[in-house]
């Protein structure tokens, strides 16, 4: 099957098979006498197995030694690739969330302190200024006066 179908197939465009396949992600098909990319079912099964890997937010760079043992190795290879791999994105899928959460947790106070100003206020209730703002504020004052 030439590069367009194999794109059909897999839910690929085949201008990410073709990124795959310059970064060394996917092993690049052998050519036909007219030049063309000629893909096989295995192809298609690696295809399948990258974009998978992919959606679930596995690194490109993640990607290429799953789908190396996949040619080459046993399932039980590829099975302990997988959860080390899948492990390590979930470690990081994981650090990501507490990020947002904090960040999310601070956005609420703030917008709990921002809401409960009084029209003529100068400070936002519950915040109080970083103590580097005032030695900046103070370093300002000296060097412009």
Not at 17 to 34: H, T
Not at 130 to 135: A, K, T
């Amino acid at each position: 099957m030439n590069i367009n179908q194999a794109a059909e197939a897999s839910g690929l465009s085949p201008d990410t098979i073709r990124f795959y396949e310059r970064k060394g992600v996917l092993p690049r098909p052998p050519r036909g006498a007219n030049g063309y990319r000629s893909y096989a079912d295995a192809h298609l099964a690696t295809l399948r197995l990258a974009s998978g890997m992919r959606q679930l937010a596995v690194p490109l760079d993640q990607v290429r030694p799953i789908l190396e043992v996949a040619h080459g190795g046993v399932c039980g290879d590829i099975r302990g690739r997988l959860i080390e791999t899948l492990t390590s994105v979930r470690g990081q899928i994981d650090a990501q969330l507490a990020r947002l959460q904090q960040t999310r947790d601070d956005i609420a106070s703030l917008l709990n302190g921002l809401e409960a100003m009084q029209p003529d206020a100068a400070a936002v209730p519950g915040t109080e200024a970083c103590p580097c703002v005032g030695m900046v504020s103070s370093t300002e004052s000296a060097t412009t006066a």
